[in-house]
């Protein structure tokens, strides 16, 4: 399946302007390492036969910010990551450090999450503050907050070019599918569905962004908007709002298993975070 020209009618309503041809033969090479921004859809994507990351459908200049690290705005905040990694907090007398003191022992768990852990359904944000709570006896951070994702965005990096693997069968179907009902349910004043834009309508222009498949395989991910990292389902809650419909909570049930699914769409695409979008 090609890039899409059409649009349609509830799209156009929002803003839509022109079909734009992204470049999917460009290359996103890190320190040596090509990054998989395009391969087969996983075979449980029903409506895509090739997936893009996100990167593909950027400007030339944003594409840029991410091919070096010195370049890339994200590394500022990776930086507060690793003091935050290294920072005694708590009752406990611990930091991250204390119990896990490589960090690049992280490597791997990016690609995974969210996944099963105790029959429950844990994205790596519940991981970090069960680990503030219950080892370090800590304040939970707040579940989008800035010292969240910049140590989010630190365990992220060291998971950087493995490709996404994300579990789907097992005890984790019943969220994928609970996701997937969410993924596909049309929510809000303007009556859309996550699928309406990334799945039908990618590589079209609304407004003045290039509407990207919605793979979240660099995420946390610098926004150029807000100058920040921004989380996964921070990014779910700004499109809910989008659409002027009313967000699920982050950390809910709901915003979990469409980060289940969404992930999983993505499933052999290269980590990249910390990356860099619009």
């Given amino acids: 399946m090609g890039f899409k020209p059409f649009v349609t009618t509830a799209l156009a309503i929002m803003g839509m302007a022109f079909a734009a041809q992204a470049d999917e033969n460009a290359k996103l090479v890190i320190d040596g390492q090509t990054m998989i921004t395009q391969t087969k859809a996983p075979a449980f994507v029903e409506n ?73 359904l844990q994205t790596m944000e519940e991981q970090v503050n069960e680990c503030r709570t219950t080892r370090m006896g800590a304040e939970p951070w707040k579940y989008s907050g800035s010292q969240m994702t910049a140590v989010t965005a630190l365990i992220s990096l060291q998971s950087r070019g493995m490709p996404v693997d994300v579990a789907v069968d097992g005890a984790a179907a019943p969220f994928w599918e609970k996701g997937k009902e969410i ?42 908007k807000n100058a920040k990292l921004n989380s996964i389902q921070g990014r779910f809650k700004g ?30 695409l290269s980590v990249e975070s910390p990356s860099v979008r619009n």
């Fill in 183 to 224: 993924y596909y349910t049309r929510y809000g004043q303007l009556d859309l569905a996550c699928a309406n834009c990334h799945e039908d309508n990618y590589d079209t222009m609304i407004r003045a962004d290039h509407l990207s498949q919605g793979q979240v395989n660099g995420f946390p991910t610098y926004r150029l």
């Fill in 239 to 268: 499109c809910m709002k989008n659409v002027r419909a009313k967000p699920f909570k982050e950390g809910s049930e709901e915003f979990k298993a469409l980060e289940l699914y969404v992930a999983s769409r993505g499933n052999g």
């Fill in 48 to 120: 895509l036969d090739e997936i893009y990351s996100g990167w593909v459908f950027r400007s030339d200049e944003t594409q840029a910010l991410q091919l070096d690290d010195f370049d890339n705005p994200g590394f500022v905040f990776l930086d507060q990551g690793i003091d935050l990694f290294n920072t005694v907090d708590g009752s406990e007398g611990k930091s991250c450090a204390s119990c896990h003191e490589n960090v690049e022992d992280f490597a791997g768990l990016r690609a995974k999450m969210p996944r099963i852990k105790d029959g429950k």
